[in-house]
């Protein structure tokens, strides 16, 4: 009696603390490095490719709180900068830029998060307009396991200021699949961000094993679509890009170099994208 007694407390400890370890981060910590790439074109004579990094480098104590110290660098710059400064909650990742003043932590994930619940986030890629940082309604729609990556994905949708912005992906105690600082989708400066690599302390946890402009065939383009980013790549000559909507009506047009060019659509919807003699169906949110 006094044996199954045992068992039971146990059993209900086991009931209680494995749920809290199973969701709470493990990837926010020292030594974990983000690569992201950010490809496309703003405008005909303005093309962009080239990686990104955020690390986790050293604690601090900051507000009572000892929080990571957020590197971020880009290999055109490679020189590290404090960004900001990393604290969990459990399921929730918080984050505060390195020049505030103020004791305010802004909400930057939410991994925890079941379908059907929401929550407010803050952009955190663009720290540069700190104070005016911008707040998006994210919804959980989905949670399945990724059999490429192994982990957790979680299928959101995000709006902002009342305007839907599309689905992306959250990888469970990781990263948007836009990139660490990119929490939240809604592209508004026409250049499509990619979350390519996770390490810690050098040992790969997470890759993207997806076709990129240096390993596909010369001889086509490759069409990608991210929440209202379609991104196309592998483009060899300076074309010219045509989006037409679903009825045939030219939504939008475009001179672009050679390398890599990103397109935001409108609205979700089916679409039909021309670029030079190629022709590619684009559906988006259905």
């Known amino acids: ?12 400890i086991a009931f209680t603390i494995m749920p809290m370890l199973a969701t709470a981060q493990t990837y926010f910590k020292d030594g974990t490095t983000w690569k992201t790439r950010l490809c496309g074109t703003q405008s005909a004579d303005n093309t962009v490719y080239y990686n990104t990094y955020a690390k986790l480098n050293g604690t601090e104590t ?8 957020l590197f971020y660098y880009e290999e055109t710059k490679p020189e590290p900068q404090l960004y900001a ?29 079941k379908v059907g619940e929401s929550c407010e986030v803050y952009s955190a890629w663009n720290i540069d307009n700190y104070p005016n940082l911008r707040e998006s309604h994210i ?34 105690g990781l990263s948007s699949d836009l990139g660490l600082l990119w929490n939240n989708g809604c592209g508004v400066d026409g250049i ?3 979350l390519m ?18 390993n596909v065939a010369t001889g086509g383009l490759k069409t990608s679509v991210s929440g209202k980013n379609v991104t ?9 890009v045509e989006l037409f909507s679903a009825d045939g009506k030219l939504v939008k047009e475009l001179v672009v170099e050679r390398g890599a060019a990103n397109i935001i659509l409108p609205t979700n919807g089916i679409y039909i994208l021309k670029i030079g003699g190629q022709t590619t169906k684009i559906v988006a949110g259905n």
């Open 197 to 214: 690599e996770v390490s810690y302390n050098g040992e790969v946890i997470y890759s993207n094993n997806t076709t990129s402009v240096e």
């Open 139 to 172: 919804t959980c729609l989905d949670v399945q396991k990724d059999e490429n990556s192994g982990f957790d994905k979680m299928l959101v949708q995000e709006s902002l200021e009342g305007i839907d912005c599309g689905t992306f992906v959250w990888y469970k």
């Open 1 to 12: 009696m006094k044996q199954k007694l045992i068992r039971n407390i146990f059993a209900l």
């Open 62 to 69: 900051v507000d009572g709180h000892q929080a990571l110290k």
């Open 232 to 240: 196309v790549t592998n483009i060899g000559k300076p074309e010219r």
């Open 192 to 194: 499509g961000r990619k």
């Open 85 to 113: 400064y990393i604290r969990t909650d459990g399921d929730k990742v918080y984050f505060k830029p390195a020049n505030a003043a103020e004791d305010t932590w802004y909400l930057m994930y939410d991994f925890g998060l």
